[in-house]
């Protein structure tokens, strides 16, 4: 098709000229109509639906600031820790700059959890939206080495063994460990070959990444649309020119929203980087204001708050614990062998059963701690085919489902609570508690999530003007 | 568009109003990222003013200090060299030191032999061309890539230009302007602070 320059008027303004200009050449207009002004977002969205635009702040905030970091921090073994004092003390604003790049790391999970919660009540997980979905999960993922690899930078006790510790998780993987742990390295201890290369991780290559995922997952989701707290697929029930009742163009309509809820965001982000940046210990950890010393491990050691549910899972799994964990697995499967007439299936259970056993039985309570703690993350992704629920939504849900959903986050919650404090007989037996709630809830998901009478869901969406 | 809709003056009243609003909240923020690029206080720091011990100097003798990265020249002179100064002027481009007198002449120096003492030049050994520092030929007389009646000073060994023993720049050469005399002054007889030249 050969060029055609998009016409306007003689009389036309400048501006539009311009317009016209960029239109024929760049799809400009077409996209702010498409992705904008054009797209119709659900009508119904609440308090839950403000995180994802939160959550392309702060990745903007945690960029921005990371860029006027990186001109001063010196990524050297020797030289680390001074260079994040010597931006704290002696560059013009640097404490500035230095706070609001480790708030916006702890609130980058914040908003994400909560982002990630709004998937899980609504169903938003659901077909048609099960790449979204993944891509999502990819975000957490990379989000979680993201802040790992940020975390040794500033070459404090608990960045250097923190480090220490989760490389030797790898090393806990049987035959190739401890080789694939030299490799990850660079080196037979966390020092500065590490260092250098997880700076590159963490400045260049994962932001990249991420930033690519956030677009692809943007995009997914344009192309099939929000979902909304009722579940409603409002894009079946159109009007007469084709838009959806229940929907409403983002722009203007969400984007002054979503400008309104970045402003309380604001408030809370800057009340914490001005009044309380350290947060007590959990943001700003007291250990990492000692210089990595490799011959001495800080007698109280965690990870930053937002890892301690996963540390918690990895933490419980003792050689005792698998006894009950083999069994756990063993009865659903076992069942399932009972009830199926597949062979195949049967066959597969049966394998699965025999394979732990062996696997418990010669591998190291260490390496399953390691599996579980990696599989409990894993096993988001899966979440759309887990799901047997006829509906999307939690409100249309049988109650009982609300007592499942509170469990399962109140042992996340005690997880991350526990994943905090010193271990002790108790506290290791509520993690394995907690550990098995996490995993029943989504191992046991194809059973009990088709359990109960599910009630109507209507047509059109619930929505009172205010 | 040339038949727009009737234009809204409320609405367009509060978007012009929110947008001042964020306008400003834009600037705050950017101020502090923007302000971190000036020098730090370790910076600020190490560009502070060098002493220099003049004692025990013979004359054509020249000691160099760094300040604020850059070489500091101090050289004596011997008598007939500050004499031999006014001779010069018809071959030097800028002998009154004329160009850019703030930047590069403070005031206790615009006299015959741009210093405070007539035995003393202190001057940043840069040339004015593009940066090389040029090498002393302090001694008088023929030299190689130097004229037959050569009365001492600097020659550049980036691109050929020289200067005479008051810092002077000489006419065609690629070098447009004669040397930087720091801000400096004598804390005594035998002690130049050079990078202030006020009590501090």
């Known amino acids: 098709m050969a060029f055609q320059e998009i016409k306007v008027p003689d009389n036309a303004s400048i501006a539009e000229k311009g317009l016209a200009w960029v239109d024929s050449r760049f799809p400009l207009t077409k996209l702010f109509k498409e992705h904008m002004s054009e797209y119709y977002a659900p009508k119904n969205f609440n308090f839950w639906y403000f995180f994802g635009a939160l959550a392309i702040v702060v990745l903007a905030i945690q960029i921005v600031t990371g860029i006027f970091l990186v001109m001063n921090y010196k990524p050297d073994a020797a030289k680390a820790f001074d260079s994040v004092e010597y931006i704290m003390r002696e560059v013009p604003w640097g404490w500035l700059i230095r ?40 975000i957490f993922l990379l989000l979680m080495a993201e802040a790992f690899f940020g975390y040794l930078l500033p070459w404090g006790q608990m960045s250097y063994w923190g480090a220490q510790v989760i490389v030797n998780l790898f090393a806990a993987i049987p035959l190739i460990g401890p080789d694939l742990a030299l490799w990850l390295r660079g080196d037979y201890v966390v020092g500065d070959a590490t260092l250098n290369r997880f700076f590159s991780f963490h400045v260049i290559a994962l932001p990249l990444v991420l930033v690519g995922l956030v677009v692809a997952h943007i995009i997914a989701l344009h192309e099939v649309g929000s979902n909304n707290p009722d579940g409603v697929e409002i894009k079946n029930t159109l009007d007469s020119t084709g838009k959806p009742v229940d929907g409403i163009p983002f722009h203007p309509y969400y984007s002054v929203h979503d400008i309104m809820g970045l402003g309380v965001f604001l408030m809370i982000f800057a009340a914490i980087v001005f009044f309380a940046p350290e947060m007590g210990g959990y943001f700003l950890e007291a250990n990492n204001f000692i210089p990595a010393d490799p011959l001495q491990t800080p ?9 301690t549910p996963f540390y918690s899972m990895l933490r419980a799994t003792t050689t005792p614990f698998l006894i009950p964990l083999w069994i756990l697995c063993a009865i659903p ?7 199926t007439r597949d062979i195949r299936v049967k066959g597969v259970c049966a394998a699965i059963i025999l394979v732990l056993a062996i696997g418990f039985y010669f591998l190291d309570a260490k390496f399953w701690g390691v599996v579980i703690m990696g ?80 009630k109507q869901v209507p047509d059109r969406v619930n929505f009172v003007a205010h | 568009m040339s038949d727009t809709p009737k234009m809204d003056k409320d609405r367009r009243t509060w978007l012009i109003a929110t947008t001042a609003v964020g ?38 003798e020249m000691r160099t200090v760094e300040w604020r990265g850059k070489p500091v020249w101090v050289v004596r002179r011997n008598q007939g060299q500050v004499k031999e100064l006014a001779k010069l002027e018809g071959e030097l481009a800028d002998p009154k030191s004329l160009r850019d007198p703030a930047a590069l002449t403070p005031a206790y120096a615009r006299n015959e032999y741009r210093s405070i003492k007539p035995e003393y030049l202190v001057v940043v050994g840069i040339c004015s061309h593009l940066g090389c520092s040029p090498t002393a030929k302090i001694q008088a007389g023929p030299q190689p890539s130097l004229p037959n009646d050569w009365p001492g000073g600097f ?46």
């Not at chain 2, 909240?25 to 190490?46: C, I, M, N, T, W």
Request: with cysteine.
């Open chain 1, 299 to 307: 007698s109280h050691i965690a990870p930053v708050w937002y890892f």
């Open chain 2, 23 to 60: 306008g400003c909240g834009v600037a705050a923020v950017a101020y502090p990222f923007l302000d971190s690029f000036q020098p730090s206080e370790r910076a600020k720091a190490a560009g502070a003013a060098v002493e220099v011990d003049i004692s025990g100097m013979k004359p054509d």
């Open chain 2, 155 to 200: 020659l550049c060994p980036c691109h050929g230009s020289t200067f005479d023993l008051a810092g002077r720049v000489y006419k065609n050469k690629p070098a447009p302007d004669n040397l930087e005399v720091p801000p400096h002054m004598y804390l005594s007889d035998t002690k130049i602070l050079i990078g202030e030249d006020k009590k501090a």
């Open chain 1, 333 to 339: 499967l076992g069942l399932v062998i009972k009830n």
């Open chain 1, 375 to 454: 599989g409990s993350v894993v096993i988001l992704f899966f979440l759309p085919w887990l799901d047997k629920s006829p509906v999307r939504s939690i409100r249309y849900r049988p109650d009982f489902h609300k007592y499942i959903y509170g469990a399962f986050i109140v042992s996340f919650v005690i997880l991350g609570y526990l994943g905090i404090k010193p271990p002790s007989p108790l506290f290791e037996f509520l993690a394995q508690v907690g550990t098995i709630i996490y995993l029943a809830f989504f191992f046991a998901m194809p059973w009990w999530s088709k359990l109960g009478s599910f």
């Open chain 1, 99 to 138: 706070y609001m790049h480790s708030t916006g790391s702890s609130m980058f999970f914040v908003v994400v959890y909560l982002h990630m919660f709004r998937g899980l009540i609504y169903g938003s997980y659901q077909k048609p939206r099960e790449l979204i979905w993944i891509f999502g999960c990819s």
